[in-house]
């Protein structure tokens, strides 16, 4: 590594190659409600890009353009709008048999497969996601989307028969809930949001969706595929601050399902706005703090290459990512040596340049409160332990690892969200475990160890702590047929494909008495397609 790995770290904008070039600054004043995209006419929100431009003046800081800036009235149109759609059940959306649901959702699929190239540009330049990884995002979400419509296909096959039980015939169907606000975050502004999205409208419910704080003209290549694909009011798409818009629309009782990834504070504010909190279904993905914990015996490579990527892939913006390495005093020496061995060889620049890893951050104010953490840590004894660790250029922070991190220091509990790497050496398991146990959250923790004694009991002390337990591989949310959820302040329901659609959605129970009568009835129904609810039909 040179000296200073940020020196050149900002691009002329000759040197930006031709197919990564912006065409100009987008002002964009649409938003979608009731069907057709409206003009907003009041004031704009700059959308910054974590991307700067060397200059004869000095690195300049892109704009990319403006989103509307919507008020609390403006956004209560998108939610009246949903409102009317939904019709307390009696809409055409949430009666609709869900083969014509599915249909509706693959075709929103094609139109937004045409908008591949568009979507991966901006996610590159409006939060410094680079080039692979923006691509792997919106590839995931595709065939996200593709497995939840094959995931509810499955779940329709099996409702489609009645059952007989102590002489009650019944069948049983998920049906919506209601209307739903989706936001999303914006480390994964696409693929976390779409993984509620869709199944809240696959399954019926109308949509209120607010895109995520960075991460918002991406989504402006999709609304027309968006009004085109559903029917007018289904879904709704907003913009804004949600102090002034979110907070209207929770506090007017109407929302029936809160879709939210973010902190556990903001969602717990939003909640208490809710006059009728009873009624109201959430699914949320919240803080973490997830451990790594390397022991004595180790596979000490395989646990360097999984920590570097659990603890810096996307500069370390992930809920999942490893938020503190835990390593035995035995191997802690060796472990930062191959740990920043393989850190210096991590490229840093632009989210095109191929083979870079290490990119500008979008949140305005992240590198100086990453380097307070940083301060506050070596106040407190510990020591910046790779070369160049914490150096600043405009929005890009070279990773700082951190060693010894004590329990006294900010990072050993706050969740730093980006490239800051403490390590905490240990020499009785039960520093680890007491940290575990005692943490405010409980999304996951990663074990790197071969021994099964040791790594046997640490998975039955955490498998009550925390949602998934990773033995020797970082965290992560992935494949996405497996629940995804938390315990304590990190999450409130679980999202897997299939846990998803039971998310939004509820079981009815239609029954009558087994007798002649009852069944020539139902059969009536069923042979004259009477009701939409009472159907043997059968999706391939």
């Known amino acids: 590594m040179s000296q200073d790995p940020l020196s050149s770290l900002y691009p002329t904008a000759a040197d930006i190659p031709e197919q990564y070039r912006l065409s100009g600054q987008v002002e964009q004043r649409d938003y979608l409600v009731d069907g057709e995209l409206r003009r907003w006419d009041g004031p704009l929100a700059t959308v910054r890009s974590p991307i700067f431009l060397n200059t004869p003046e000095g690195d300049q800081q892109v704009i990319l353009g403006s989103t509307p800036l919507l008020d609390a009235d403006t956004?209560?149109?998108?939610?009246?709008?949903?409102?009317?759609?939904?019709?307390?059940?009696?809409?055409?959306?949430?009666?609709?048999?869900?083969?014509?649901?599915?249909?509706?959702?693959?075709?929103?699929?094609a139109r937004m497969l045409e908008q591949r190239d568009a979507v991966v540009k901006l996610l590159m330049w409006e939060i410094g996601k680079n080039l692979k990884d923006s691509q792997k995002e919106f590839d995931r979400t595709c065939d996200y989307i593709v497995d939840t419509i094959n995931a509810l296909k499955d779940v329709d096959r099996k409702s489609s028969r009645f059952e007989l039980e102590q002489d009650t015939l019944g069948q049983i169907r998920r049906v919506p809930l209601g209307v739903a606000l989706c936001m999303g975050p914006y480390n994964y502004p696409l693929n976390e949001t779409f993984t509620t999205l869709i199944p809240a409208?696959?399954?019926?419910?109308?949509?209120?969706?607010?895109?995520?704080?960075?991460?918002?003209?991406?989504?402006?290549?999709?609304?027309?595929?968006?009004?085109?694909?559903?029917?007018?009011?289904?879904?709704?798409?907003?913009?804004?601050?949600?102090?002034?818009?979110?907070?209207?629309?929770?506090?007017?009782?109407?929302?029936?399902?809160?879709?939210?990834?973010?902190?556990?504070?903001?969602?717990?504010?939003?909640?208490?706005?809710?006059?009728?909190?009873?009624?109201?279904?959430?699914?949320?993905?919240?803080?973490?703090?997830?451990?790594?914990?390397?022991?004595?015996?180790?596979?000490?490579?395989?646990?360097?290459?999984?920590?570097?990527?659990?603890?810096?892939?996307?500069?370390?913006?992930?809920?999942?990512?490893?938020?503190?390495?835990?390593?035995?005093?035995?191997?802690?020496?060796?472990?930062?040596?191959?740990?920043?061995?393989?850190?210096?060889?991590?490229?840093?620049?632009?989210?095109?340049?191929?083979?870079?890893?290490?990119?500008?951050?979008?949140?305005?104010?992240?590198?100086?409160?990453?380097?307070?953490?940083?301060?506050?840590?070596?106040?407190?004894?510990?020591?910046?332990?790779?070369?160049?660790?914490?150096?600043?250029?405009?929005?890009?922070?070279?990773?700082?690892?951190?060693?010894?991190?004590?329990?006294?220091?900010?990072?050993?509990?706050?969740?730093?969200?980006?490239?800051?790497?403490?390590?905490?050496?240990?020499?009785d398991l039960e520093t680890v475990i007491d940290y575990v146990l005692e943490s405010d959250f409980g999304q996951q923790a990663s074990i790197f160890g071969t021994d099964a004694t040791q790594v046997g009991k640490l998975v039955d002390l955490f498998a009550n702590q925390v949602g998934r337990i990773n033995i020797n591989a970082q965290c992560q949310r992935g494949p996405d047929t497996y629940p995804f959820n938390g315990r304590k302040n990190s999450a409130e329901g679980t999202l897997s494909v299939f846990d998803a659609l039971r998310t939004f959605s509820i079981r009815t129970l239609v029954a009558t008495k087994f007798q002649d009568a009852n069944k020539t009835l139902i059969s009536d129904i069923i042979h004259d397609r009477k009701s939409n609810f009472l159907t043997t039909d059968y999706i391939f």
Not at 86 to 104: F, M, Q, S, T
Not at 253 to 260: R, V
């Open 201 to 427: 409208l696959i399954m019926g419910n109308t949509v209120v969706f607010k895109p995520a704080k960075f991460g918002v003209l991406l989504i402006r290549p999709l609304l027309e595929a968006f009004r085109d694909s559903f029917p007018a009011g289904v879904i709704n798409v907003i913009y804004g601050s949600g102090r002034e818009t979110v907070s209207a629309l929770m506090a007017s009782g109407k929302i029936d399902i809160f879709a939210f990834i973010g902190t556990h504070k903001a969602a717990s504010d939003l909640k208490k706005l809710h006059p009728k909190p009873h009624r109201l279904r959430s699914a949320l993905g919240l803080d973490a703090k997830n451990p790594g914990i390397v022991l004595p015996e180790v596979d000490l490579d395989n646990a360097v290459n999984e920590a570097i990527t659990g603890s810096l892939s996307f500069n370390g913006q992930r809920c999942t990512a490893l938020k503190i390495l835990f390593v035995h005093e035995n191997v802690v020496g060796s472990f930062i040596e191959k740990f920043n061995q393989k850190l210096a060889a991590l490229k840093s620049g632009m989210p095109w340049e191929p083979g870079v890893s290490l990119t500008p951050l979008p949140e305005q104010g992240k590198t100086d409160y990453l380097s307070a953490l940083v301060k506050d840590a070596e106040a407190q004894g510990a020591k910046v332990v790779n070369p160049n660790g914490g150096a600043i250029r405009g929005s890009f922070f070279y990773p700082a690892v951190l060693f010894p991190v004590t329990p006294q220091m900010r990072v050993y509990q706050e969740e730093q969200f980006g490239p800051v790497v403490p390590i905490v050496p240990f020499r």
């Open 75 to 109: 956004a209560l149109t998108a939610l009246d709008a949903a409102v009317r759609a939904y019709d307390k059940g009696r809409g055409a959306w949430p009666n609709l048999r869900v083969a014509e649901r599915i249909r509706h959702v693959e075709g929103f699929l």
